[in-house]
Nanobody
């Protein structure tokens, strides 16, 4: 049974930091591209950051470049999102995604709420 379980969300003041984690199980984590998406109220879900299976490459939405860092630990089947210098516009539900285009696999976590507010 495939599971992606996000954690680490919460309420933080502007300028603060949070670290999200996503623990995966039920599939071969090291074969998958891992990504973080977010969805704010009334908006479409958007890609925040992604990282290749071997961590050889990562990419970021322009809105988070220089503030967020995605990383992964394949032995622990976990992907992380370090979020610094948070802004109110970063408020959203953050979702973990695992994708493997080779076999068209695509899995989602349940999401974790991040609220940036004073």
């Amino acid at each position: 049974q495939v599971q992606l379980v996000e954690s680490g969300g919460g309420l933080v003041q502007p300028g603060g930091s949070l670290r999200l984690s996503c623990a995966a199980s039920g599939f071969t984590f090291s074969n998958y591209l891992m990504s973080w998406y977010r969805q704010a109220p009334g908006k479409e879900r958007e890609l925040v950051a992604s990282i290749t299976a071997t961590s050889s490459s990562s990419n970021y939405a322009d809105s988070v470049k220089g503030r967020f860092t995605i990383s992964r630990h394949n032995a622990r089947s976990t992907v992380y999102l370090q979020m610094n210098s948070l802004k109110p516009e970063d408020t959203a539900v953050y979702y973990c995604n695992a994708a493997r285009p080779l076999n068209k696999s695509n899995y989602w976590g349940q999401g974790t709420q991040v609220t940036v507010s004073s």
